[in-house]
């Protein structure tokens, strides 16, 4: 993969669907160069744990909270 293919796909690849990563998982070859891809840059796409569960937190607290108020 030359230098400027990689620098397209990295800044398309944040931008994929899961949709269009299976379709590219579906052909062979692309699925090789795809998993080469992720396993080579996938880290600098990936959410940190912390700021998943920080994120995620606010809106699991607020529908407990609801389902709380509603029940009583």
Known sequence: MSARELAE????????TLLDKRMVSGDGELARKLADFDRDHG?????????????????LLLALFTLWWALN
């Open 43 to 59: 880290d600098k796409f990936r959410a940190p744990l912390a700021e998943l569960i920080a994120v995620l937190t606010l809106p």
């Open 9 to 16: 796909l990295i800044e398309l690849f944040p931008n994929m």
